[in-house]
């Protein structure tokens, strides 16, 4: 996901080991949605981007990975040091960035099973990965998020339940390893329970190797997945940075404060 030259065939780059965000200002159709957001996630960190609707969370997530109906006005976004503004989604997820939507499309006609195996396969740069051994390791990630082999089967998202799609897109983590992930609303629309097996999910992946900019409206996810920094994006901007106390702060207040705060 990062042009340093040409690559040598049959090696993947170095997945990176920080992301920043530098002033970033981005637009829409002419909106501007981000207004100047800094913030600086490593491995082995996990960050909780808390705010209330239409505050510019899951923009910030679109960006990152560069969707292209979203345009960035000023600032930039760094991996290890290097921009990723010129590059395309798919280079910035070789280098270890990874997204799971808050709505993951629908996809008729195309196997569960058979796009993991072609992405992981052109993620990892294994063109000889066999689909038999890749299919063994992906049952055992099944266990960890409670679904039956038959799911891979299934047509991408199709028929879906909520709680499923959700536990796809983790389970597309579990396969692609990243080392910085953005996580937007996850637990949207999660039951207690699938939101249960998804966290454990998630911290399973928790450790030196992997960082996570997990975005969400609500306390209770935190219940589960305990974040090491805490942020509220009020109005395009990052308006307070703390630690678990201000999430639970949040929690008994509410957003109308820092909203104030921010005008």
């Known amino acids: 996901m990062h042009r340093c030259g040409e690559e040598l065939p049959g090696l993947l780059l170095m997945k990176a080991s920080k992301l920043e965000i530098k002033d970033l200002y ?27 609707n239409g505050s510019g969370k899951s923009t910030l997530s679109a960006v990152l990975l ?6 960035v006005d000023s600032g930039d976004i760094l991996l290890d040091g290097e921009s990723v503004l010129t590059m395309k989604t798919d280079e910035r997820a070789k280098r270890g960035l990874f997204l799971a939507f808050q709505y ?5 006609g195309v196997n569960y099973l058979t796009f993991l195996f072609t992405a992981a396969k052109a993620q990892r740069d294994e063109p000889k990965l066999s689909l038999l051994n890749f299919r063994k390791e992906v049952l055992e990630k099944l266990k960890a998020i409670e679904l039956t082999p038959t799911f891979l089967e299934r047509y991408l998202n199709q028929g879906f339940s909520g709680g499923e799609k959700k536990r796809a897109e983790i389970l597309q983590m579990m396969v692609f390893n990243p080392s910085l992930a953005v996580l937007d609303e996850t637990d949207s629309g999660l039951d207690v329970d699938s939101l249960k097996i998804v966290s454990k999910a998630i911290n399973t992946m928790h450790g030196q190797d992997f960082g996570c900019l997990l975005i969400t409206h609500y306390h209770r996810i ?22 678990q106390s201000l999430a639970e702060e949040i929690e008994h207040k509410g957003y109308q404060a820092m909203q104030k705060a921010a005008i």
Do not use: F, R, W
């Not at 560069?66 to 345009?71: A, C, E, N, T, W």
């Not at 993951?104 to 008729?108: D, K, L, S, W, Y």
């Open 66 to 71: 560069g969707h292209p109906k979203y345009k």
């Open 26 to 52: 981005a637009s829409i159709d002419g909106k501007q949605i981000l207004k100047g957001v800094n913030l600086t996630i490593t491995k082995g960190e996990i960050h909780a981007l808390m705010g209330p």
């Open 222 to 243: 935190l219940n589960h997945i305990k974040p090491d920094i805490v942020h509220v994006m009020v109005d395009g901007k990052i308006v307070a940075t703390g630690d």
């Open 104 to 108: 993951p499309m629908e996809i008729a």
